[in-house]
């Protein structure tokens, strides 16, 4: 059986294949498989082992590259929406807590400043909400649309 990872990553893949199409945007099997590369390997750097929370928040399309990213790191994805309202996203973020969040800088600060201002106030010793890679648009190569 052929799993998803085998079909991104596998070796008789055309690197030049058309993978995606958003908007007006095409991406290529190659773009999509380098971006995920770069993804898992900052992940794995962060800490990521398998079965990690990893939140993701981004839009399309660099949400795929980021799922086969942490899928390759091992992680378990977490759908971030940005449109989701602070107390959504605290909701959310309480329940998985995700270990690191991939976001672009441009697009994280405010959301979650304002969804760790939501969040109900943690006990002495619990954990605090997850950092956020803020620097991931340089780190993972991605580039904001």
């Known amino acids: 059986m052929t799993s998803l990872l085998d079909l991104l990553f596998g070796a008789d ?3 030049d294949a058309l993978l995606l199409h958003v908007r007006d945007r095409d991406r290529t099997l190659a773009d999509v498989r380098a971006q995920a590369e770069e993804i898992a390997s900052t992940l794995a750097e962060a800490g990521v082992e398998p079965g990690t929370p990893v939140g993701v928040m981004l839009p399309d399309p660099e949400v795929v590259p980021a799922l086969f990213g942490v899928w390759r790191a091992g992680g378990a994805y977490v ?28 697009l994280s600060p405010s959301t ?4 760790r201002r ?3 106030r943690t006990a002495p010793g619990s954990s605090p909400a ?5 620097n991931t648009a340089a780190v993972a190569g991605l580039a904001s649309s």
Request: aromatic share 2%; proline share 16%; net charge negative.
């Open 13 to 15: 893949s055309d690197p």
């Open 79 to 106: 759908p971030l929406n940005p449109r989701l309202g602070a107390a959504d996203l605290a909701h959310i973020l309480e329940a998985v807590e995700p270990s690191v969040i991939v976001t672009f800088s441009g």
């Open 112 to 115: 979650l400043d304002d969804t």
């Open 118 to 120: 939501a969040m109900p």
């Open 130 to 134: 997850p950092p956020a890679c803020n």
